[in-house]
Structures are given as structure tokens and as C-alpha cells.
């Protein structure tokens, strides 16, 4: 029978099925960060139960990390977490990636960077990013702090089988549309829920034609279209990404010859069913920007601010609630709405390829003297690549910061936060209220989208830059 | 956990679809190491005024609703980051249900909150659009209005002159699960033998 890539990966980690009708899934990797395993690890204690297997487990610290003088973590409850997490590693015996660790960054950007996320796997995180490893071909998913007591204490997890949903981009990009366009339109088609209880599997020349780098911006944006998972089968993209000298943790030689044998037969079945599917026409794309306060609230940069009660996947109230507290009115401009802010970072968009795409928009420009822009790289490694590139000398000399690695103001759990009312072009991946600090607004965006709105003051079409 | 069979209690409503957890509780309460003490935190943002007095226009805020126990709101409830301190801190607050509407394609609740939510007892109910609307209308003309919402018989009941009673859907595993009031790992730990014999043959193939 025809199966599809997640089928394929599902019965390939069966481990039983429960009398209670649900299923025993077995885990291939579990990262762990600090905000969501303390309360796990002191369930161990208090059962007196081990980490089952350490020796797929790995840890960092990115949450709660300053982006300045980073080793000198000033808020106390934010050091005692960090405190806990390096304690609980060293009780239970867990490889960590710490603050002073060459290989610590965001935790969604240094599985596949140290070559932990591979094809076929399952990999589970207490963070709803962690569809991001998708892009390998990987069945990977966020979890809630009892089921990362349970994986630590079982190595797997009780589940209920998703169904499947195919996203199609058929055709090619144009020149200034980005993978993060990609997704944010799937998402302002679909809806913030459209993919709930689904994992997606994207396909179409225009996946294929991403690196690996912008496969995992699609998929680490799933989870904001409601999907368990998004899935990217692997090919020779992925392969090429695996052998590369610096992947230290994924199979080398012969054995990953042999490994990519298998991984080759990671495809979906010709005739295989989906429960659901989507085809987006890639070459009638536009970059997209947010305007309100959910990431399926998104339109084309040359596009106006919607009318309530004109938005497909939106209810009326819902878009007046949006726009009263994001301070925009219907029918303005996107490239009139001025920014305050701009962060070019997160597990979405802070790779090496991302930066390099802001460079090459900042260099030989300045960013506008009222603008504060943040330039945050996802990892240590990612950091150490683009200062051998001079790309920080770039954004420095246009008037950025350049920072040390972390989750920074995606979420503003250190010290990076926007004021109330200030304005941000983020190229993280949720414009929730107060998400980037109390009162902030944020507008989502690609990394050329943001260094632009930086260099300008306010969103410009970047098509008529590039 | 607490097991979950019948539980009546004033019902409080939350008039918005896609509520996130950043919404239900903001960051700055997830640096903590402790499972508990997030009740006082839940909808920091929207339930405090700067000053940090009670903000009278919040809607859960009313009076009526000190005592709720049931939240009534839109769907795609708990959307968003799947941090499990969202639903540590609704249950702390003294819920014991969150109702809410499948609204078309739309589900009540977003998967991982769901989740979270079986592992600590706090029932999510799925029901009809119009049903949620009915509640929504019946709790506006009768303040502080209870309800019955029994896991057993898959039953929410309004305690109105006329009682008014809708059935909800629940897969069996988690209704079982619920009311049993069971703890998943010691369940799992049963399948020592063969997640021992899977990993045999599993790291062959997967470990480098």
C-alpha cells in the first residue's frame, strides 16, 4: 500500500499499542532548554525515576540568555533557571551546549547545525518550534513539560496518530520573495488553526529549490498554522547539509553512505492519500508583512491595512481587536507603517544564510538614525561564520547592534524587549500581543524585509531594492 | 493527578477566539523552577491594569465570575507556544473545564494545549458553535449561571429554571484517562519489555 513520509517515519518508531487505545512512540532525540524542563526534571526526583536515555538527550540554554555580557546573567530567577538546568545535566548526566559552550544557541538552530536532526527521526522539544527539524525529513514536535518528564523518564511518548495534509508549492519565486513568505502565506490562507491535528508535508519545484536553511524556516512556522509538524522529504540538499565536516553528531564515511541508502526511500508514496491538501501558485507570490496580532494575519507588502469583516480567516471582531491594539487603521499603506524596532533574529530566520541576506541589504546603506535594530545570530557557530564573513562589520558599520546568540526579543524573556507602543519589524514568528515586550507591536517579516524597514523607517517593497 | 468524573461550578466567559498562551500567561512567569503559583498570573496582561489594581473592563473579572470553576470561550483556544505553565496556571486559578466551540474547519482547542491540558485534569470540551453561542446569551441573562460538565455521560448541563443539556464527543483513551485520574509514565513503564527489545533493534539501525 502507498504510504506517505509521515506514515513511513510513524511505523518506523512504533513501540506498542497501549490497551487504552493510543500509541507508544519512540523518541530519537530530545532537546531540552531551561524554561520547560525544570518542573520535568524534579518530577524524576520526586518518583526516583532516570533519564532513560541521556545519550539522545541534549541541552542548551536560550530562553531567558542576554544578548550583551551574556556569561553575567543580572535577573535572578532568570540565573537560577539556567542555575537548575546545568545542575540537572550534571545530575542526570545530559550533554549541555552552556552559556560559555562554542556550540550553545537556540536550540531549534543547533540540532541540525551539530548534525543531531536527521531523516527518518523523531525529535521532540518542549517548544513549539521544533517542527523547524521537519526540514530534514524528520517526524519533530513541540511537548508540554509532563510529556518531557515522560520522555526523559521513557525515551517515549503516548500519541495519537495525526492526520495528513499535503502543502504543494508548485511553480518558482520570484526575485525578493523569501521562504518566510512562503510560509506566512500558507498561514494567511489557512488560518491560524487550519493545519490543527494535521502534520503538513510541503513539496513542489519551489521546496525542492530551497537550502536547507530556508526548508527550516517553512517548517519551523508550522506550528503557527496550527500543524503538529511540517515534513520536507529529504534529497540531496539535505544529504550535501549532513556531509559536511562540522554536522558532529551525524553518521561520517561509509556509514553515512549507507545511511543515506535508507534515507533515500524517505518519500511519500506515488498514490499515497492525504487527509487534506493545499496548492499555492509560488510564482504569484509577494513578500508578505503581518498587520495584526496572529500570524495568519498577513498581506503583500504592496497591500493596505484589511477591512474588518474582509478577511477570509478572521472574524470582524476579531480584526477590530487586532487593529486597536497593533494602532493601524484600515486601508493604510503597509509601506506607510513606520517602524521603531527591528530584530533580525530567532529559530526562524537567524542562520547564516538569513544574515547574509540582511547584509547584503545593509551594506553601503545606514540604518535610519530613529531606528534601534537588533542583529541577534541563532547560534555561537552562526556568530563565528559571519564575523569570518565581516558580515558584522556590515551591520555595524549601518548602525546595528550585533549581539551574542540566543532567543532574544522573539519572546523578550531577557533583557531585549520592546517598550509599550513601539513598533517592530521582526523576523520572528509570532505577532501575539505583548509577545515582544508589554504593548509591543510586531509585524513579521523575512530578513531583507527588516533590514530594509531599518535602512528606511518603514516597510518597503524589497522587489524594488533587489 | 486528580481524577475528573462530574464537576459543577459558575461558568465565566472569554468572548475571543485564538486565545495564546503568551495571553493566558506572559513570559516573564516561565522563569520559574516551581510548578506552582501561576493561578494569580493567568491573563496577567488583560486582567491587571499597570498599576496592577484588577482592570474592571476585563471580562473575567465580573463579579459574577469570582467563583468560576468552567471558562467558556471561543475556539482555537491555548493556540500558540506550548508551554504547559498556560494550563498550570488556569488550573491553579480554580478551572476545572474550558469550553468551547469547533467553529467549522476550526477546532475548540489547539493541539499541544490539549494535550497539556489530559496530563492535568483540566477537561476541554468541544461543543457546537450554536451551543457555545446559547451559553455565552444564558450566561449574560443569568449571571453567575452554573453548570454540570459530566465526563461520564459526556453532558454539559446549564442550571437554568429550564435545564438545558448538550452532549460533547471525547476520544475514549483520554476520557479514560481523565477520569481515571492516571499517571502516564508508571502506564508506560508497564511496556519496559518492549521498549527495551524496540531499542535492540532500533539503535542498530538509527545510532551512528
Not at chain 1, 500509541?23 to 531540552?32: A, M, S
Not at chain 2, 492516571?182 to 551512528?208: C, N, V
Amino acid at each position: 500500500m502507498s504510504k506517505t513520509l509521515f506514515e513511513k517515519i510513524w511505523e518506523f518508531h512504533l513501540v506498542a499499542t497501549p490497551e487504552d487505545g493510543s500509541t507508544l512512540l519512540y523518541i530519537d532525540r530530545h532537546l531540552v532548554h531551561e524554561v520547560t524542563s525544570p518542573q520535568a526534571f524534579e518530577g524524576l526526583r520526586l518518583t526516583g525515576r532516570k533519564v532513560r536515555r541521556p545519550d539522545l538527550t541534549f541541552a542548551t540554554m536560550d530562553h531567558n540568555v542576554p544578548t550583551v555580557d551574556r556569561l553575567n546573567i543580572k535577573d535572578e530567577i532568570s540565573r537560577a533557571q539556567v542555575e537548575a538546568l546545568r545542575q540537572n545535566c550534571k545530575d542526570f548526566g545530559i550533554t549541555l551546549f552552556d552559556l560559555d559552550s562554542e556550540y550553545q544557541g537556540v536550540v531549534h538552530i543547533i540540532g541540525p547545525e551539530n548534525g543531531l536532526t536527521l531523516p527518518g527521526s523523531t525529535i521532540v522539544c518542549g517548544d513549539s518550534h521544533t517542527s523547524t527539524h521537519g526540514a530534514f525529513g524528520a517526524l519533530a514536535f513541540g511537548i508540554g513539560t509532563s510529556e518531557v518528564e515522560h520522555v526523559l523518564a521513557t525515551q517515549c511518548l503516548r500519541q495519537k496518530k495525526a492526520k495528513t495534509y499535503k502543502v504543494d508549492f508548485i511553480g518558482q519565486r520570484a526575485k525578493g520573495v523569501t521562504a518566510k513568505d512562503l510560509i506566512l502565506k500558507l498561514i494567511g490562507l489557512i488560518g491560524t488553526a487550519g493545519g490543527t491535528g494535521h502534520v503538513f508535508e510541503y513539496m513542489g519545484p519551489a521546496i525542492r529549490a530551497l537550502s536547507m536553511e530556508e526548508r527550516m524556516t517553512v517548517c519551523n512556522m508550522s506550528i503557527e498554522a496550527g500543524a503538529k509538524a511540517g515534513l520536507i522529504a529529504p534529497d540531496d540538499t539535505t544529504f550535501q547539509y549532513l556531509s559536511q565536516p562540522n554536522r558532529r553528531y551525524a553518521p561520517k564515511g561509509a556509514d553515512l553512505e549507507k545511511k543515506i541508502g535508507h534515507w533515500k526511500m524517505l518519500a511519500t508514496d506515488e498514490g499515497a492519500k492525504f487527509d487534506k491538501a493545499i496548492a499555492i501558485d509560488t510564482s504569484k507570490l509577494a513578500p508578505q508583512v503581518s498587520w495584526g496580532t496572529s500570524p495568519g494575519m498577513v498581506v503583500d507588502v504592496d497591500g493596505v491595512v484589511p477591512e474588518p469583516g474582509t478577511v477570509p480567516t478572521v472574524a470582524k471582531k476579531d480584526v477590530e481587536l487586532a487593529l486597536d491594539y497593533m494602532g493601524l487603521k484600515p486601508g493604510m499603506k503597509i509601506t506607510d507603517i513606520p517602524v521603531d524596532v527591528v530584530f533580525i533574529g530567532s529559530c526562524t530566520n537567524a542562520r547564516i544564510e538569513d544574515l547574509r541576506a540582511a547584509a547584503g541589504v545593509f551594506k553601503g546603506r545606514k540604518v535610519k538614525s530613529t531606528v534601534k535594530t537588533l542583529i541577534v545570530p541563532g547560534s555561537q557557530q552562526v556568530k563565528r561564520q559571519a564575523e569570518a564573513e565581516g558580515l558584522d562589520k556590515i551591520f555595524t558599520a549601518a548602525g546595528a547592534e550585533w549581539r551574542e546568540s540566543g532567543c532574544s526579543m522573539c519572546l523578550a524573556m531577557n533583557p531585549d524587549q520592546l517598550q509599550p507602543g513601539e513598533r517592530c519589524a521582526s523576523t520572528s514568528n509570532r505577532n501575539f500581543e505583548g509577545r515582544q515586550g508589554k504593548g509591543g507591536r510586531t509585524h513579521l517579516v523575512g530578513p531583507e524585509m527588516a533590514a530594509a524597514a531599518a535602512v528606511a523607517g518603514h516597510f518597503v517593497d524589497i522587489r524594488e531594492w533587489v | 493527578m486528580e481524577s475528573f468524573k462530574s464537576h459543577r461550578g459558575v461558568v465565566a466567559t472569554l468572548d475571543r477566539a485564538n486565545v495564546d498562551t503568551d495571553q493566558i500567561i506572559p513570559k516573564q512567569f516561565l522563569k520559574s523552577i516551581k510548578r506552582t503559583g501561576f493561578g494569580e498570573s493567568l491573563f496577567f496582561d488583560w486582567r491587571y491594569l499597570p498599576n496592577g489594581k484588577s482592570n474592571p473592563d476585563f471580562e473575567m473579572n465580573r463579579p459574577e465570575f469570582h467563583n468560576a470553576s468552567v471558562l467558556a470561550t471561543r475556539n482555537n483556544f491555548g493556540c500558540g507556544s506550548s508551554r504547559e505553565h498556560a494550563v498550570w496556571a488556569l488550573a491553579q486559578y480554580g478551572l476545572r473545564a474550558v469550553l468551547a466551540p469547533r467553529r467549522g474547519e476550526v477546532p475548540a482547542f489547539a493541539d499541544i494545549f490539549h494535550n497539556n491540558s489530559i496530563k492535568n485534569g483540566l477537561l476541554n470540551v468541544e461543543l457546537k458553535e450554536a451551543e457555545v453561542d446559547e451559553i455565552f446569551e444564558m450566561v449574560r441573562r443569568f449571571p453567575g449561571l452554573e453548570v454540570t460538565v459530566c465526563l461520564e455521560e459526556q453532558r454539559v448541563t446549564l442550571h437554568l429554571p429550564e435545564e438545558i443539556s448538550f452532549h460533547f464527543e471525547i476520544d475514549k483513551a483520554v476520557k479514560d484517562h481523565l477520569i481515571r485520574g492516571l499517571d502516564d509514565i508508571g502506564l508506560t513503564l508497564r511496556h519496559e519489555s518492549e521498549i527495551t527489545a524496540f531499542e535492540k533493534r532500533h539503535d542498530a539501525q538509527f545510532l551512528p
